[in-house]
Each structure stands twice: as structure tokens, then as C-alpha cells.
């Protein structure tokens, strides 16, 4: 994914001309900027100041990218001119759209956000809104100029998390290359992250946390939080203790005959919140008592879930993306860490079927269903000027149907490549739906067919939508099958015909013969019949 990795916005004296600011791409390869877009805000009106579209850009082999004033060293690929980059309380956000146009003057907006850094240089000033709407329940970051006699930065330290400003601390500038971090830990993943969590229904004592890291690495110093409902205030917390396994995973079973620690945790303190999401994390700190609000400092990692998908946000926002489990059933689900697609990097909870102790169960591109849906609507207005989100809307949808339809426990990372356009009034939707293994792949097909079938229309974010015929099967298919039910008719009919012909040719032919040599009646007796036959 593609990050903010340094920001400095003041330099010593009055020059301001060595300000920039870093991106980086996680891949560590040349990376295609193509939809991106930089947004600088103002502090004072939370509004848009600058604004840079960096389609047509790309980072550098190693992933990095460089926007900065002419003083700067290696060459900025985009120049500013010297004092742009305001000293704050001010912000910086990376974007991402195809179809959202970002200007100057424009409000602060969360609307395609990837990333962002909410900074000041002076203590005493603030930045409330931008931190509300970019970096939800954090503080604002403080270059401390007093960290050095030389020019610093705020540099990406801690943690390859988007939208967090704990990951952030003060250091010298490295344009271009690696940040000069304290730790040696910059840039690399947790020691120990959440692998799985199992959700169990009804009354079934089967549900547990987790977690994976390098074997034998120790949980000492560490601690599980849970955060429920809407206020987003600690419920529970656990001290970990123990090393992580042989198999690289750890697993905390959180009910009466396993606990060891005489924490009382039963099921309720790891159910989803009927309002609001809850979430559990793991910190490098202490226990952490009862009714503290969530917060990112120490955060090692989370996982936010929650019953609805319109439920998801809130104070919990900031922890990371909401991820939605049926609450209906009684049967346990977990939600599990899996890989998003086939080139990414990039892992993401999907819903699945309990495995602890073992691989997580993932959808898999062996499994997969194609998806050519064909859907009326009135007008595609909405559709384009909104993509996005009414890309991700619809996604909720079908997840939704195939979910009530069949129980096959999926969830929105089963939706794989899903695109839409929209001309004149219909809507072509084009994509995947994995599954995790042959039967669900089935069920999934059976739920397809019937959608495509049902006249019943459905709603995507208000608009009404209706399934149309004109694109369930591409065009080609009826054509080519009719074509080659039409061969197999003429076939036959040719074999008929060519049969009857050859049989009448036959038959003009004898009559031919016998025409031509009419027989001897006086000695007819006498020719053999050998040579009549050969006659004939």
C-alpha cells in the first residue's frame, strides 16, 4: 500500500525552502501513481490549501516518491516553491479516487482518504477538526524542533499503519531513503499480531483469540483489550503471558476451563456490540483498566467488528477498517487474517470457519464464482460521481444476499476484482465471489442463479435497482449456440438429401441399362446370369 512516510514542514531560518513531503510504497518496487492525490490543509479553516494530482507520476524502484521545495536533496519529482508546506497545526492527506475531484478551498473530507499526518510546530496550537474527520480519537503530532540542531522530520517509525499518528516520531531528514529511526524495528511488522478470532454463537463454549508471531517469541509485557459498543471503553483486559508456538501461533482460549490467569472473561465480553462496533487489541503496556478509552498509543494491532455494516465507525475508527459477522446464528464464526487477492501483500479479515491452532481457512481463486451482472437503474449519475462508494455500497449488497440466501458465512474480501460502469441507465457490474472450498462454491452458484432470476428489485444506497437479462450471459453465447444447433440440422438434412439423390441416380441408371439392352427373349434362357448382373 502506499503511505505518508516523512513529513517536514519547517526549516531552520527563514529560507523554508528544503520542506517536503515522502511517500512510500510497501512493495518496494516502482509503483504507478495513477488516482492519487496530495491534499495540504489549513488548520485555522480546515480547508484545502494545496492540492497535487499525481496521476502520470510513479515512485522510484525502491517505492519512494518526493515532493518538496527546490533546495531539497535528491531532486523532489514534484517541485514546490520555497514556504508552501505550511508549519501547522496543519495537515497532510494522500487520497485515492478515480472519480472524487479534489480542490483547493475544498473541506476537509474523509471521502477516499488513505492516509494522513495532523502536525503542528508550536505546542499551544490545535487542529480539532482535521484530527475529528483524518485521524479520529488521536493527538496531534509536535515536530519538536529542540530534537536536533539540524533540520528534522516526522518520520514513519512505528508501525506501516495508515492513518496513525503513533507511527509517527521525530527525527533527522532522509529524503528519498530509509527513515533514521531510534529502533530497530522501524518499518517491520509487530512481533506478535491477531491471526483469528472466533465468535461464538448461542451457548457453545468455543470461542478464543489468535495470535501469530516468530516462534518462541515472548508475550510477556503485553496485554489483550477488549472495547465494546459505542463509547469505545475498555470491557476487559488481559495480561498475555507465554511464548508463541513451534507453529508460529498462540492461541488464548477465553472460556471456564482454560484460563489461567483468574481473569474472568466469558462469552459476552467478546461478542459484537448490537450498537456500535467493538474491538479488541493487543498493547505493549499493562492491564489497562476497565472504562479507559481507546487510544493508540502502544497499539501493537486491532480488530475492530461489529454485527451491521451501517453500525461500523465511531470511536473506534482510528483502530482500523470494521469488518461485519452475522449475529443471527448460533453456529461460532471467526474472523480470520487473510491475503486480499494474488499479488497483494496486503492482509485483511474474512469471515470463516474456526481453526485454532491451525491455517486460517481464506477464500481461494481456485473456488471462484464470475459474477456478469446486468442491473437497471434510472440514471448512472450517482454512479459516476460517486464510484466508489456505490462500488462499495453494492458489494455490501451482494454480500448481504448471498449471505441470507445460503449461510454460507462470507463476507466483503470473498468479493474479489469487482468493477462496475454505468451507460444510459444500466448498470455492469463485473467480478469474482471466492470460496473457501467446493461445497461453499456450489451454494455460491446456486445463490447467482437466483439472483439473476428474481424480479424482486433491491436498494443500493437509495437508489432502486432491478436485474436486467441483457448482460447474464455475454452476447457471443447465444449466437455461437445457435450456430451450432443450426450445423447439426443442415448436417442432416444434407445427409437425406445426398442419400435420396444418390439412390434416384441409381435407379435412372438401371433403367438406363435396360433401355439400351433390352433382352433376347429367344435365348434368354440360355445367357448366364453373371453377365445380365454384370450388365446391370
Given at each position: 500500500?502506499?503511505?505518508?512516510?516523512?513529513?517536514?514542514?519547517?526549516?531552520?531560518?527563514?529560507?523554508?525552502?528544503?520542506?517536503?513531503?515522502?511517500?512510500?510504497?510497501?512493495?518496494?518496487?516502482?509503483?504507478?501513481?495513477?488516482?492519487?492525490?496530495?491534499?495540504?490543509?489549513?488548520?485555522?479553516?480546515?480547508?484545502?490549501?494545496?492540492?497535487?494530482?499525481?496521476?502520470?507520476?510513479?515512485?522510484?524502484?525502491?517505492?519512494?516518491?518526493?515532493?518538496?521545495?527546490?533546495?531539497?536533496?535528491?531532486?523532489?519529482?514534484?517541485?514546490?516553491?520555497?514556504?508552501?508546506?505550511?508549519?501547522?497545526?496543519?495537515?497532510?492527506?494522500?487520497?485515492?479516487?478515480?472519480?472524487?475531484?479534489?480542490?483547493?478551498?475544498?473541506?476537509?473530507?474523509?471521502?477516499?482518504?488513505?492516509?494522513?499526518?495532523?502536525?503542528?510546530?508550536?505546542?499551544?496550537?490545535?487542529?480539532?477538526?482535521?484530527?475529528?474527520?483524518?485521524?479520529?480519537?488521536?493527538?496531534i503530532l509536535y515536530e519538536n524542533d529542540s530534537h536536533s540542531t539540524e533540520d528534522e522530520s516526522?518520520?514513519?517509525?512505528?508501525?506501516?499503519?495508515?492513518?496513525?499518528?503513533?507511527?509517527?516520531?521525530?527525527?533527522?531528514?532522509?529524503?528519498?531513503?530509509?527513515?533514521?529511526?531510534?529502533?530497530?524495528?522501524?518499518?517491520?511488522?509487530?512481533?506478535?499480531?491477531?491471526?483469528?478470532?472466533?465468535?461464538?454463537?448461542?451457548?457453545?463454549?468455543?470461542?478464543?483469540?489468535?495470535?501469530?508471531?516468530?516462534?518462541?517469541?515472548?508475550?510477556?509485557?503485553?496485554?489483550?483489550?477488549?472495547?465494546?459498543?459505542?463509547?469505545?471503553?475498555?470491557?476487559?483486559?488481559?495480561?498475555?503471558?507465554?511464548?508463541?508456538?513451534?507453529?508460529?501461533?498462540?492461541?488464548?482460549?477465553?472460556?471456564?476451563?482454560?484460563?489461567?490467569?483468574?481473569?474472568?472473561?466469558?462469552?459476552?465480553?467478546?461478542?459484537?456490540?448490537?450498537?456500535?462496533?467493538?474491538?479488541?487489541?493487543?498493547?505493549?503496556?499493562?492491564?489497562?483498566?476497565?472504562?479507559?478509552?481507546?487510544?493508540?498509543?502502544?497499539?501493537?494491532?486491532?480488530?475492530?467488528?461489529?454485527?451491521?455494516?451501517?453500525?461500523?465507525?465511531?470511536?473506534?475508527?482510528?483502530?482500523?477498517?470494521?469488518?461485519?459477522?452475522?449475529?443471527?446464528?448460533?453456529?461460532?464464526?471467526?474472523?480470520?487474517?487473510?491475503?486480499?487477492?494474488?499479488?497483494?501483500?496486503?492482509?485483511?479479515?474474512?469471515?470463516?470457519?474456526?481453526?485454532?491452532?491451525?491455517?486460517?481457512?481464506?477464500?481461494?481463486?481456485?473456488?471462484?464464482?464470475?459474477?456478469?451482472?446486468?442491473?437497471?437503474?434510472?440514471?448512472?449519475?450517482?454512479?459516476?460521481?460517486?464510484?466508489?462508494?456505490?462500488?462499495?455500497?453494492?458489494?455490501?449488497?451482494?454480500?448481504?444476499?448471498?449471505?441470507?440466501?445460503?449461510?454460507?458465512?462470507?463476507?466483503?474480501?470473498?468479493?474479489?476484482?469487482?468493477?462496475?460502469?454505468?451507460?444510459?441507465?444500466?448498470?455492469?457490474?463485473?467480478?469474482?465471489?471466492?470460496?473457501?472450498?467446493?461445497?461453499?462454491?456450489?451454494?455460491?452458484?446456486?445463490?447467482?442463479?437466483?439472483?439473476?432470476?428474481?424480479?424482486?428489485?433491491?436498494?443500493?444506497?437509495?437508489?432502486?435497482?432491478?436485474?436486467?437479462?441483457?448482460?447474464?450471459?455475454?452476447?457471443?453465447?447465444?449466437?455461437?449456440?445457435?450456430?451450432?444447433?443450426?450445423?447439426?440440422?443442415?448436417?442432416?438434412?444434407?445427409?437425406?438429401?445426398?442419400?435420396?439423390?444418390?439412390?434416384?441416380?441409381?435407379?435412372?441408371?438401371?433403367?438406363?441399362?435396360?433401355?439400351?439392352?433390352?433382352?433376347?427373349?429367344?435365348?434368354?434362357?440360355?445367357?448366364?446370369?453373371?453377365?445380365?448382373?454384370?450388365?446391370?
Amino acid at each position: 500500500k502506499l503511505l505518508i512516510n516523512e513529513v517536514n514542514p519547517d526549516n531552520p531560518g527563514g529560507g523554508e525552502d528544503a520542506e517536503y513531503i515522502e511517500l512510500f510504497y510497501t512493495g518496494r518496487r516502482r509503483f504507478d501513481l495513477q488516482g492519487y492525490w496530495l491534499v495540504l490543509y489549513n488548520g485555522k479553516n480546515s480547508r484545502a490549501y494545496r492540492v497535487l494530482d499525481l496521476s502520470g507520476h510513479h515512485t522510484d524502484e525502491l517505492g519512494y516518491f518526493l515532493v518538496g521545495s527546490s533546495a531539497v536533496s535528491p531532486a523532489p519529482m514534484i517541485r514546490l516553491p520555497p514556504n508552501t508546506i505550511q508549519n501547522g497545526a496543519d495537515a497532510v492527506a494522500l487520497y485515492h479516487s478515480n472519480t472524487t475531484l479534489y480542490t483547493v478551498n475544498m473541506a476537509v473530507t474523509a471521502e477516499g482518504l488513505v492516509d494522513a499526518v495532523v502536525y503542528t510546530s508550536r505546542m499551544p496550537e490545535k487542529a480539532d477538526q482535521l484530527v475529528k474527520v483524518l485521524v479520529p480519537g488521536q493527538s496531534i503530532l509536535y515536530e519538536n524542533d529542540s530534537h536536533s540542531t539540524e533540520d528534522e522530520s516526522l518520520s514513519r517509525c512505528h508501525s506501516l499503519s495508515a492513518k496513525l499518528q503513533s507511527s509517527f516520531q521525530v527525527t533527522t531528514v532522509t529524503p528519498l531513503g530509509e527513515n533514521f529511526c531510534s529502533s530497530s524495528s522501524a518499518l517491520a511488522p509487530p512481533a506478535v499480531r491477531i491471526s483469528e478470532l472466533c465468535l461464538a454463537g448461542g451457548t457453545t463454549p468455543f470461542h478464543f483469540v489468535e495470535l501469530e508471531g516468530k516462534p518462541g517469541t515472548s508475550l510477556g509485557g503485553l496485554s489483550l483489550v477488549f472495547f465494546l459498543g459505542k463509547e469505545g471503553k475498555a470491557h476487559a483486559s488481559v495480561p498475555l503471558r507465554g511464548t508463541v508456538g513451534a507453529t508460529g501461533l498462540f492461541v488464548f482460549a477465553l472460556d471456564g476451563g482454560h484460563r489461567h490467569d483468574g481473569t474472568n472473561l466469558t462469552f459476552k465480553d467478546i461478542s459484537a456490540a448490537s450498537e456500535g462496533s467493538s474491538a479488541i487489541a493487543v498493547y505493549s503496556t499493562s492491564l489497562i483498566p476497565d472504562g479507559t478509552k481507546a487510544t493508540s498509543e502502544n497499539l501493537v494491532d486491532a480488530l475492530v467488528y461489529t454485527c451491521e455494516p451501517s453500525t461500523a465507525g465511531g470511536h473506534l475508527d482510528f483502530l482500523g477498517p470494521s469488518y461485519a459477522v452475522s449475529c443471527k446464528d448460533d453456529r461460532p464464526v471467526s474472523l480470520s487474517r487473510c491475503a486480499c487477492g494474488n499479488a497483494s501483500t496486503e492482509l485483511q479479515f474474512a469471515v470463516s470457519d474456526p481453526t485454532p491452532g491451525l491455517q486460517n481457512s481464506c477464500p481461494q481463486d481456485a473456488f471462484a464464482v464470475d459474477l456478469h451482472l446486468c442491473l437497471l437503474t434510472p440514471n448512472c449519475s450517482t454512479w459516476t460521481l460517486h464510484h466508489r462508494r456505490m462500488l462499495d455500497s453494492l458489494g455490501r449488497v451482494l454480500v448481504s444476499s448471498l449471505e441470507e440466501k445460503c449461510s454460507c458465512g462470507v463476507s466483503e474480501l470473498y468479493l474479489q476484482e469487482l468493477n462496475l460502469t454505468c451507460v444510459g441507465s444500466v448498470v455492469k457490474v463485473q467480478g469474482q465471489v471466492w470460496a473457501r472450498q467446493p461445497e461453499q462454491q456450489q451454494s455460491i452458484e446456486t445463490w447467482r442463479q437466483a439472483f439473476l432470476a428474481s424480479p424482486h428489485p433491491f436498494s443500493v444506497d437509495g437508489t432502486e435497482l432491478k436485474t436486467s437479462p441483457e448482460c447474464l450471459v455475454p452476447k457471443n453465447a447465444p449466437s455461437v449456440l445457435h450456430s451450432g444447433a443450426s450445423f447439426q440440422g443442415w448436417e442432416i438434412a444434407l445427409f437425406v438429401v445426398g442419400s435420396l439423390l444418390l439412390m434416384f441416380l441409381l435407379v435412372s441408371l438401371a433403367f438406363y441399362v435396360v433401355k439400351r439392352h433390352p433382352p433376347n427373349y429367344t435365348n434368354i434362357e440360355m445367357n448366364d446370369r453373371g453377365e445380365i448382373a454384370a450388365d446391370f
